[in-house]
C-alpha cells in the first residue's frame, strides 16, 4: 500500500517513506540484451509533488495572471509544458492543466496551490495517486514507440512537449524534458507497466535503476 | 479512422467514443403536451447519407467532447470543433 502521509484535523504527518510504485514488481538491474551500453535507462521520480489545476467558470484569465505571477508561467493553451519557479505546469484538457513539483514534494505542492489559487482553480493532490517513470537513453524513443500512438519525432514532439493518450492501453500523460522522456501512470497499473517496459526494453538493453 | 482533435491533434479511433447526433436538442418544456417532442429527441434520429455532425467524447486524451461533421459515406472528416465552443 503506497501511503505518503497520514492527515490528521488541518496538519499532515508526512515523514513516512514513501513506496514506489514497482515494489515488489522490479528489482533495479539490467534486463534483455546485455551487451553494450542499455539502450534505455528507466527510473522512478519518486516524491515529486503532483497536482491538477482546474479553472472555475470565467476564471480562466485570472488563474493565468495568478500563476504568471506566483511561478513565472504561461500557462499553455494546449498539451505541452511551461516551466516556472520550481513548478512545471502541462496543458491536459481546456482550461485543465497538471502540475509537477520537485521542490514543493509530495502533498505540498496542491497545498501550496489551493492556497494561492482560492476562488479562481480547483487543486486535487495527484501525488499518492500516480508515479512518474523516467525513460531516456539512445532508444528511448524506438521503446516508447512499441507502446504510444504518438509521432515521438523531435522535430514534433519538441522538449516540453505533452500528450494524454494510452501506452499499451494504459492512460498515461507523457511529457518531454529535454532528452528524457516522462511518463505519469497511475499508480494500480505499475505492475502492468513494468511487464509491457521489461518486454519492450529488452531488445535494446534496459537498465532498471531506482532513485532515492 | 483518426479524429483532429482541437486541443490533442490527430488521434486515432481507440482514444473516442462516439456520442451520437449533435444536432438534437433537448425539449424545454416536461409538458404532456410536448410528448412528441421528447419522443422525437429520445429516440427518432435521422440516418444521412452524407454529412452528419455527431459528437464525439476524447476519453483516452483531454476528455473534450467534440462537434465532428463526417460524410457517413466516405467517412472523409471535414470539421471538428469543442462542443463547449462559445461557452
Ligand atoms: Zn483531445
Redesign the pocket.
Known amino acids: 500500500m503506497p501511503i505518503l502521509s497520514i492527515r490528521k484535523e488541518g496538519g499532515s504527518v508526512s515523514n513516512l517513506e514513501s513506496t514506489s510504485a514497482l515494489h515488489g514488481f522490479a528489482t533495479p538491474g539490467r534486463y534483455g540484451k546485455r551487451d553494450g551500453e542499455a539502450g534505455v535507462t528507466a527510473s522512478e521520480r519518486k516524491n515529486l509533488g503532483l497536482a491538477t489545476v482546474v479553472a472555475r467558470k470565467g476564471q480562466e484569465a485570472a488563474l493565468k495572471t495568478a500563476i504568471q505571477g506566483a511561478y513565472g508561467a504561461d500557462l499553455p493553451d494546449g498539451s505541452r509544458s511551461a516551466v516556472g519557479k520550481g513548478v512545471r505546469f502541462i496543458g491536459i484538457?481546456p482550461g485543465q492543466w497538471f502540475a509537477v513539483s520537485e521542490s514543493l514534494a509530495n502533498e505540498a505542492l496542491a497545498d501550496e496551490l489551493a492556497t494561492k489559487l482560492q476562488g479562481i482553480a480547483s487543486v486535487a493532490d495527484h501525488s499518492s495517486g500516480r508515479a512518474v517513470m523516467r525513460i531516456e537513453g539512445p532508444a528511448a524513443r524506438d521503446v516508447l514507440a512499441k507502446g504510444l500512438m504518438i509521432d515521438l519525432d523531435p522535430r514534433v514532439f519538441v522538449d516540453g512537449a505533452a500528450a494524454t493518450s494510452t501506452l499499451s492501453h494504459m492512460g498515461v500523460l507523457l511529457w518531454r524534458d529535454g532528452n528524457a522522456y516522462d511518463v505519469a501512470l497511475f499508480r494500480s497499473v505499475g505492475g502492468s507497466f513494468w511487464g509491457w517496459l521489461r518486454d519492450s526494453g529488452a531488445a535494446f538493453g534496459l537498465e532498471f535503476v531506482t532513485t532515492s | 479512422m483518426r479524429i483532429n482533435?482541437p486541443?490533442?491533434g490527430a488521434?486515432g479511433l481507440e482514444e473516442f467514443t462516439y456520442r451520437g447526433d449533435a444536432t438534437v436538442k433537448r425539449p424545454e418544456s416536461i409538458e404532456e403536451s410536448a410528448r412528441d417532442a421528447w419522443v422525437d429527441y429520445v429516440y427518432l434520429r435521422d440516418n444521412p447519407a452524407g454529412l452528419h455532425k455527431e459528437l464525439w467524447h476524447?476519453g483516452a486524451?483531454?476528455h473534450?467532447w467534440l462537434e465532428v461533421t463526417r460524410n457517413t459515406v466516405t467517412h472523409e472528416i471535414t470539421a471538428v470543433e469543442l462542443a463547449a465552443k462559445g461557452r
Do not use: L
Request: proline share 0%; with cysteine; aromatic share 12%.
Open positions: 484538457g | 482533435c486541443y490533442c488521434r476524447h486524451g483531454c473534450s
